[in-house]
């Protein structure tokens, strides 16, 4: 063989054997959710995450070169819910540059609360799926969806 072919075996093993890799590692999250009565029909719904040490989830504005993905919310069809704005996020935000992204990005370590705020008409449960990426300073684990549902008893 020569070199290039060795040059491109090695390639195409990296970019075949990493994604094993990255599904080898354990999500470094713990999502859990809340409801907060926030009273005449109001309610805020939390989504509380934990990400463990040296890992961070992109910010819902990630900013960089349009290639990271942001935690998104879809929330299932509901004539007894309606939504208040959109969804916020808490935590402490980092805004850097990093290597092999252009411009700045913005992602959230340790502990971040989400929070949607909605009016209801009556008991209820309110569902769907919220979708997220983890980073650490090496790798990006595949997306991932979560399903989530809040009890809502009035």
């Known amino acids: 063989m020569t070199k290039l072919r060795y040059i491109l075996l090695i390639v195409l093993s990296l970019f075949t054997v990493s994604p094993v890799f990255a599904q080898m590692i354990e999500d470094p999250t713990t999502w859990t959710y809340e409801v907060k009565g926030k009273g005449n ?3 805020e719904l ?3 995450l934990t990400i463990k040490k040296e890992w961070h989830i992109w910010s819902m504005t990630p900013g960089g070169d349009g290639f990271l993905i942001p935690p998104t919310y879809k929330f299932d069809k509901n004539v007894n819910v309606q939504l208040v704005g959109k969804i916020t996020e808490d935590g402490v935000k980092v805004t850097t540059e990093m290597e092999g992204i252009d411009g700045k990005v913005t992602f959230l370590s340790g502990k971040v609360d989400y929070v949607q705020v909605v009016n209801v008409k009556g008991a209820c449960k309110i569902t769907g799926k919220h979708e997220y990426q983890v980073c650490n300073d090496n790798t990006c684990l595949p ?3 979560l ?5 809502i008893k009035e």
């Open 147 to 151: 399903p989530f549902s809040f009890e």
């Open 143 to 145: 997306p991932k969806t």
């Open 46 to 48: 939390i989504f509380h």
């Open 41 to 43: 029909h109001q309610y």
